[in-house]
């Protein structure tokens, strides 16, 4: 019987024991922490579903702490991988334009380019209100930004004058700001047909160059563009801003796009005091033959030549600021009038001088008709008789000679009244037309300047 009580009773004193070694070693072991669970919801056995969350963000309590997230961060990765595309805000502080160039066509721009996105990785706990993690411009190169470039740039060749032109600020929750200084020179296409009274739009166009719309979504934030007040253009006028998205589909994807355009207005002012003006008192100038006499030759003929290569001068002069196109533009209009009322002037000389000068040709004519019997028909010289004992000519026939000299008489009575009535005519034909030009061409040209400038400055949006 003692026997049965000792095998019943000491096994379960080995169990009891063993029980309490267990309890033991549970009680010792740690409780599972925040760090331990996993990032993904499970279930128990029973089915109910056990909610996990992520690791709390570390503490920042210097720069330190920062650039300790550094050491595990990818930046060949981008933010939220594999996930929706990563939405980043653009916006420009424009600080100065400087070198328009209507001959290449093309604009030299300073400006502070901004960039906003969010990178779930970089997210902190302050320690301190307001508190944000400003990086090294070193640490630039460590971290995933934007690959934005420009679409319109025509030369990249310019650089900061201060390696220190960036910066990269991160807030707690992860979202980073990057500012950048650039100078670019970028093209833009100009259409001369008003010049001088045209305005030019210049664009900047700005996106990713190897993400798609699927990875990276791009926006203007308002207001898209800032300009420094300080501003001046020597020759343009800076009228306002516009900018939207310009996007498209290509073969290999869909690509983002921003683009900013600014309104140039060419200041027209100088243009009026250096080729307008001087062009009109050329023009005015041709008019001063119309009061000298036309016989005065030498003086039209030298006025006449005189505005007239002034004129083909300022012609030329007016083209070489520009590159040369097929097309008529406004101030070709107006050069080219001006060209044509100063050889008009001239011409006008010509036709007044020719009827101005019929008497002396008359008086030529008679004066050969009347010694016309001194040549043959074949223009042979006649030769008369000659006595050469005393040097004298002897005439055939003295009734002959009697004859031709009452004819004579009466021939230079006719042509006396033939040359007066061909003077009169001349002379009043001649002061007919310079009448006539003294009244057509100002008054034509005056009606040319009220259409012309009703027309051009009708449309013209800038300022004298």
């Known amino acids: 019987m003692a026997v049965v009580q000792r095998a019943v009773i000491l096994p379960v004193i080995i169990l009891c024991f063993t029980m309490n070694i267990s309890d033991a070693v549970n009680s010792t072991s740690p409780s599972p922490t925040t760090a331990d669970l996993t ?46 595309g990563v939405h980043v805000l653009m ?77 990269l600020w991160v807030w707690p929750n992860g979202d980073v700001l990057s500012s950048q ?36 979504i791009i926006e203007w934030k308002e207001p898209a563009v800032e300009t420094n007040p300080g501003i001046e253009l020597p020759e343009y006028v800076i009228d306002g801003w516009t900018w939207k998205g310009c996007g498209g589909n290509y073969s290999i994807g869909e690509f983002g796009c921003n683009q900013a355009t600014f309104k140039l207005v060419r200041s027209v002012g100088y243009y009026i005091t250096q080729t307008y003006v001087p062009s009109a008192l050329i023009v005015a100038l041709s008019w001063l033959t119309f009061w000298i006499s ?28 520009i590159p040369r196109f097929s097309y008529i533009r406004a101030i070709d209009i107006w050069m080219l009038v001006c060209t044509i009322y100063v050889f008009t002037a001239l011409v006008e000389f010509a036709a007044a001088h020719h009827f101005s000068r019929r008497k002396q040709e008359s008086a030529m004519s008679a004066q050969m008709y009347k010694n016309k019997d001194a040549f043959a028909v074949n223009g042979v010289l006649k030769v008369h008789p000659f006595n050469k ?76």
């Open 389 to 464: 004992e005393n040097g004298e000519v002897v005439a055939d026939n003295n009734k002959d000679n009697e004859k031709n000299a009452e004819n004579d008489e009466d021939f230079d009575e006719d042509v006396a009244q033939a040359m007066a009535e061909s003077d009169e005519r001349g002379q009043m034909i001649a002061a007919k037309i310079d009448l006539v030009s003294k009244i057509f061409f100002p008054a034509t040209f005056i009606l040319f300047n009220i259409i012309y400038w009703a027309v051009y400055m009708g449309s013209y949006e800038g300022k004298v």
């Open 39 to 84: 990032t993904t919801a499970g279930t128990t056995g029973s089915g109910t579903q056990v909610a996990t969350t992520s690791p709390d963000p570390p503490e920042m309590h210097s720069m330190r702490d920062f650039y300790a997230i550094l050491e595990t961060y990818d930046r060949r990765i981008r933010p939220n991988d594999q996930g929706p």
């Open 91 to 167: 916006q420009m502080y424009v600080e100065s334009i400087a070198s328009i160039s209507e001959i290449s066509m093309d604009y030299v721009i300073t400006f502070y380019f901004r960039m906003w996105w969010n990178d779930p990785r970089f997210r902190f706990t302050p320690t301190q209100p307001n508190q944000t993690a400003q990086l090294h411009v070193a640490a630039r190169s460590l971290v995933w930004t934007p690959d934005i470039y420009f679409l319109n740039e025509k030369d990249a060749g310019y650089r900061a004058s201060s390696a220190f032109t960036s910066l």
């Open 294 to 321: 036309p016989l005065q030759a030498p003086a039209r003929v030298a006025l006449g030549i005189t505005t007239v290569l002034t004129s083909t001068t300022l012609t030329s002069a007016t083209r070489s600021s």
């Open 181 to 216: 200084k650039k100078t670019l020179k970028n093209s833009c296409p100009m259409d001369f047909r008003m010049y001088p009274f045209d305005a030019q739009f210049c664009k900047i166009q700005l996106g990713p160059y190897g993400m798609t719309t699927d990875d990276l």
